[in-house]
């Protein structure tokens, strides 16, 4: 039988290259995400590729959506074995604290903060029934340090999903569950395109192994911190970084 994994905002940049990752290891891939053009394209691509893959559409915005997407899975297939909260706004880069929108705020940590904690209050009852789970939060460097170019909603939505994240591990280590977050640098992604507003890879010689991250790079952490290989590692917000915080 095949593991279930649900990734969330898995139709785009690190999310879709967990899906594959994943589909890579023979688990049913389940992508969790608002576009469902996308969703479809991405689970198409998948199965194209020989995994196996579904999609729901969601408004992780909506904490109604949230607990009817979490009903639905655990309906179809009883179990889930991991879980990515990968879905993920950048809110309004290159923006100073006092000028930064207090909507924009709201948003950023509606989408960064609440909606993988909705997931994962979701999530952790059937882990704990199952005695085994784990969840990985893609957090960002911006969870360790300022982030100069995300600005104070995206830093502070990251810090506080590295706290949810710990918080969690505390709680639920006891059963068997393991929750832990990865906190990439830049990474060759859409979103980060749309941030930055140039060559990415401009932003490579700011990485002391002197080039940016590709999405693949994360997703291989991100199943490490899944799989068995990790199983004493539970609580800890991983840099993917090239370097930067040595």
């Not at 199965?47 to 949230?66: H, K, N, P, W």
């Not at 170019?149 to 949810?164: D, E, M, P, Q, W």
């Not at 859409?190 to 002391?208: K, L, N």
Request: charge should be neutral.
């Amino acid at each position: 039988m095949k593991k279930i994994v649900v990734v969330t905002g898995g139709n785009s940049g690190i999310g879709e290259a967990c899906a594959f990752r994943f589909a890579l290891e023979d688990y049913h891939v389940v992508i969790c995400a608002r576009r469902e053009n996308l969703n479809r394209e991405v689970v198409q691509r998948v199965r194209a590729a020989g995994g196996s893959a579904e999609q729901f559409m969601v408004d992780l915005r909506d904490a109604t959506a949230i607990a009817k997407l979490f009903d639905a899975i655990t309906m179809r297939h009883s179990r889930i074995d991991s879980l990515v909260n990968c879905a993920g706004i950048e809110g309004t880069p290159f923006v100073s604290f006092e000028a930064y929108p207090d909507e924009v705020f709201d948003d950023v940590m509606a989408i960064n903060v609440k909606a993988p904690w909705l997931c994962m209050k979701r999530v952790l009852p059937l882990m704990r029934e199952q005695r085994s789970g784990t969840i990985v939060n893609v957090a960002s460097l911006a969870g360790l340090r300022a982030s100069v170019t995300g600005g104070v909603g995206y830093t502070a939505s990251k810090h506080a999903l590295v706290g949810v994240t710990k918080s969690a591990a505390r709680e639920y280590a006891v059963h068997q569950v393991r929750v832990n977050a990865v906190c990439p640098a830049f990474v060759r992604t859409p979103m980060a395109q749309s941030v930055v507003g140039c060559d990415i890879d401009q932003y490579g010689p700011s990485h002391p192994i002197n080039r940016v991250c590709e999405k693949n790079e994360v997703a291989d952490v991100v199943y490490w911190l899944c799989s068995d290989q990790s199983s004493f590692v539970t609580g800890v917000a991983i840099p993917v970084d090239g370097g930067v915080l040595a």
